[in-house]
């Protein structure tokens, strides 16, 4: 079968170290990634910048460059168009494609409101599409699935995540990424970073069959940072750096589910957790048994170690449990590894025939990023409803 025909949107050859760069190219270049997939196409802000990006990064000349997504969206020998630029842009750019009719891999978060996100998802097949919410794939996430449908822990009872953003300054950012300053743009670490750990939670419990939240900005003046990490300026910020969510969720039948009314309690702080200590800790209880799965500073890519451990109640034993990447994805850096098992599972349903997924190789698609924004949407309206009550209660 000819490879998979793919479209990059958004990589740059100003900015070397963009997730197209760091996360995406190493796999689509690499011996397996090129029995899959073949780059023939860049899409940039204009066909100068995507030649550029060509050069940059030793691209064949036979890769046409694009500075329309019209024009791109209408190109016969693009199969997969893979957007990965910042989140306000993603609706322009991979809108006509989708329109057209072509597979899309988007980056998370898929669009900068739920309006957006539904919009973007009507009429498209959902098994061809990728939403880059990798975490649900990853082997930490597989192995705490394996353990909970093994009754590692019985049923599970109650959940604790206390998790931060480790990514950026707690109170500054670089000056190409002031965006993050407002929520209109929607990209910032309540929606990324802590969008990327909340995903991956649930995908091992499931999801909130309701829940209540509360946020707070903690810190309303942020640093813009020049080149050299000077300040160049300070500005307000209507994004919270504080997030708490307590809810119940749903009940799974079988010895690894989950009871009627078990809490799940998720608390999010945008910054670096207390000096030494790690950047996500999240315990499961169940029935015969606890979970604790601790992660490094920068857990969104697993980079920094992980490890899991489980307390037997009735042998009062911790084991820790082992888990590891695959040989292949070793051969690549950290960040590209979940994706590139995106990417893979996606050429295997591509290359079988398109048919049913093959139960336990499914993949996040462009319908899950969308009940993903929308937790996340009822996230800001239950925090405007508080400030609006805070507001009336001071006057």
Known sequence: MPPIRVALIGLSANAIT?????????YLLSPLGLKHYTIVALLNSNISAAEAARTAFHLPSTVKPYGSPDALAHDPSIDLVVCCTRVDIHYTTILPSILAGKA?????????????AVELTGGVN?????????????????????????GAIGRVLSSHVSSYGTLLPRDALPEGMEYFASRAYG???????????????HEVLGEYAE???RMQVQRADVKILGEGGE????????????????????????????????LLTHGFRHGTPFKGRPGLMWSINGEKGEILVTMGEKFLFLEDGVTIEVHDHATDKVTRVEWDWAGWQKELPVKARGVAELYERYAEWV?????????????PTLDDAVVRTRQLETIFKQYGVAERRRGSSTV
Not at 246 to 258: K, M, P, S, T, Y
């Open 18 to 26: 963009t997730w197209a760069a760091s996360a995406h190219l190493p």
């Open 211 to 213: 829940f209540e939240s």
């Open 351 to 363: 290359e079988g025939g398109q048919g049913d997924v093959e139960k336990g190789r499914e993949w």
């Open 126 to 150: 959902a098994r061809n599409s990728i939403i880059g919410l990798q975490g649900r794939v990853s082997p930490v996430t597989l192995r705490l699935k394996q353990l909970l449908a093994d």
């Open 231 to 262: 300040v160049l300026r300070t500005v307000r910020t209507d994004v919270p750096d504080l997030l708490s969510i307590q809810g119940v969720l749903e009940e799974r039948a079988g010895e690894g589910g989950v009871v009627k009314g078990a």
């Open 187 to 201: 990209g910032n670490p309540i929606i990324i970073e802590n969008g990327h750990s909340l995903d991956w939670v």
């Open 104 to 116: 899309v891999f988007v980056e998370w978060p898929l669009a900068e409101n739920l309006s957006r």
